[in-house]
């Protein structure tokens, strides 16, 4: 068993570049399928969740080829089946995307219902809803969704819910529906964005993505083509937090600056110094951190992926903070862990209130979930001693060379194998 060791109280200085964004990554591999053509995909972030949607789509008769580290070759057009493989769907949300993919290019797809990170309840009813709206029947039974359609046709779709998931999903259905399709109250997330571009980079025609209102006109067919995985703003929050809460002195590189402008303002009300150009943001942390208030929201909101992270830095400020989760019902599952390291935490539904100037010290912990096991590692360099950190599967599915970066920036960290 692998677990992460932290020696704590390093300042972290120095530079860090930014990974491609695993959301993007993961629903761009699935709508390669869809391509009439070979795709060459770079930056993909070197993760387990790639590597899962990797296998999967070679069980299924895809041609896959990494050229390089980051950079691989798909060739679906001699596909031999349409089913998901049900063993890598276990750890993974992410294969739910074959559905939209398999289900406008060929009209039919059996996969899995998904697994991933437990927070909470996590529905695919608005996917199965719009896939109705186009015209698919969806059957589920025996934990699978069978999808079948003769043909699509373009629909109104308004989703209750901006949810991410369903947005990219039912996009990736109607490239191939006749006529228009509008989806309304779409996600905004930049990864939506990012699919969105890949498809039209193939010869669909989608428009408003990054609005609440996205347009798609149906096309019979697309091509392959060369596409480039936009950076990971949830990695580059991760580092910045980790800057602050270190009192360092941190440039964040290959990054959309304009991604993390929730996560800049609520850094800079703390009392850090921020600066940024073209595509870093630079990070000098606050011998003061002031309390302040956090509520998770769809983007542009604050991202429920970084709230783990900040309620961490939140633990270290001065007063009481409060923070609130308003995307998933069982986020705060990693708090339990947080208090192991010497954090003043207090769960009250969907509010967690911190009591600051909390004096993290090492302890043996568990990653109960991705952005938990990114939040413990937070607290571990700031922490007074040793702090292990195990349940490693999770953090490798969403971080690319998670502690090479950081030691890269002065950090005391490394692996290590023992017996359970």
Not at 267 to 294: A, P, Q, Y
Not at 363 to 379: F, K, N, P
Request: some cysteine; glycine content about 10%.
């Amino acid at each position: 068993m692998e677990y992460i060791v932290v020696n704590g109280q390093k300042v972290l200085k120095g530079r860090v570049s930014i990974s491609g964004a695993k959301n993007s990554a993961v629903a761009i591999l699935a709508a390669s399928i869809a391509s009439g053509g070979t795709c060459l995909i770079d930056n993909l972030p070197q993760i387990e969740d790639v590597t899962s949607m990797v296998a999967a789509m070679q069980a299924m008769g895809v041609k896959c080829e990494f050229t390089d580290t980051n950079t691989l070759r798909v060739n679906p057009t001699e596909m031999t089946s349409y089913t998901f493989d049900e063993r890598l769907a276990k750890n993974m949300r992410a294969s739910y995307y074959f559905m939209g993919a398999l289900l406008g290019r060929y009209k039919q797809a059996e996969i899995p219902l998904p697994g991933g990170c437990d927070l909470g309840a996590r529905p695919i009813d608005y996917h199965l809803k719009g896939f109705t709206a186009l015209g698919a029947k969806c059957i589920q039974e025996h934990g699978f969704v069978k999808l079948q359609a003769d043909k699509l046709k373009g629909a109104n779709i308004y989703l209750d819910s901006p949810s991410v998931g369903a947005t990219i999903n039912i996009m990736m259905a109607a490239v191939f529906a006749e006529g228009v399709t509008l989806i309304e109250n779409a996600a905004k997330e930049p990864h939506v964005v990012d699919v969105a571009n890949f498809l039209n980079k193939l010869g669909a025609k989608i428009g408003g993505a990054g609005t609440a209102t996205i347009r798609i006109l149906g096309v019979p067919k697309l091509t392959g083509g060369d596409y480039t995985v936009l950076p990971d703003p949830i990695e580059a929050g991760t580092y910045m937090i980790a800057a602050a809460i270190t009192g360092g002195d941190v440039t964040v590189e290959n990054i959309i600056p304009k991604h993390m402008d929730s996560v800049t303002a609520k850094l800079k009300e703390m009392g850090c110094n921020i600066t940024e150009g073209g595509d870093w943001i630079h990070v000098c942390g606050s011998e003061v951190l002031r309390s302040c208030e956090i509520k998770t929201a769809f983007y542009p909101g604050f991202p429920t992926d970084l709230q783990p992270q900040m309620a961490t830095l939140l633990c270290k400020a001065q007063g009481t903070s409060t923070v609130t989760e308003n995307v998933f019902d069982s986020r705060f599952r990693y708090v339990s862990e947080l208090k192991r390291l010497g954090a003043q935490i207090k769960v009250e539904g969907r509010m967690a209130v911190t009591k600051g100037s909390c004096v993290f010290t090492g302890a043996e912990v568990a990653a109960t979930d991705l952005r938990a096991g990114a939040a413990l590692i937070i607290a571990g360099l700031c922490a007074k001693g040793e702090t292990v950190i195990g349940e490693l599967y999770h953090l490798d599915r969403g971080y690319e060379r998670f502690e090479e970066k950081f030691r890269s920036l002065g950090a005391d960290i490394k692996r290590i194998k023992r017996d359970e």
